[in-house]
């Protein structure tokens, strides 16, 4: 337990270190598959799964969070005007738009939650749900600390 959190430690810290000689885009990219790595321990750790379950949960994983970017993205690109420019028409269709993409958001979880428990057991999905909450809000934490700083 003691080396995972060690571990976790680490890659946190290579997450947010970054060297200056980078170039901004590089930069942003180490920094994000750091944090991805970070959270790949963090999540194998809290939910305590051997080698066997990891190597045919995280595919899944990773194919849940593409689809879930890619739905979230869609959403998101009609989303940048501003609100003030809308007509009502416009605004009550955003609206609807906006439930329509959560409503897609949980069925493609519940889809994943099935395909989770042919790998994993049902308290892992749950220690997986709890493990995700915890590193957002770990991450966030650390990025206001880091402004704070600044």
């Known amino acids: 337990m003691k080396h ?22 590089s930069r942003s990219n180490d920094r994000k598959e750091n944090i991805e790595a970070a959270k790949t321990a963090f999540l194998t750790d809290k939910m305590g799964l051997s080698a066997e ?6 595919p899944l994983y990773n194919e849940y969070e593409a689809k879930r970017r890619e739905l979230i993205k869609t959403y998101r690109n009609g989303y940048r005007k501003d609100v003030e420019a809308l007509s009502e028409q416009d605004a009550k269709a955003r609206i609807d738009n906006m439930f329509s993409t959560k409503e897609r ?14 790998v994993i057991s049902n308290r892992q999905l749950i220690k997986l749900y709890r493990a995700e909450r915890e590193f957002t809000k770990m991450l966030l934490k650390r990025l206001d600390d880091k402004r704070a700083e600044n």
Do not use: N, P
């Open 105 to 118: 958001e949980l069925e493609l979880e519940k889809e994943y939650a099935t395909k989770y428990q042919r």
């Open 53 to 58: 379950q990891s190597q045919k949960f995280w």
């Open 4 to 25: 995972h959190i060690l571990v976790l430690l680490l890659l946190f810290a290579f997450a947010f270190g970054g060297s200056t000689a980078l170039a901004q885009d």
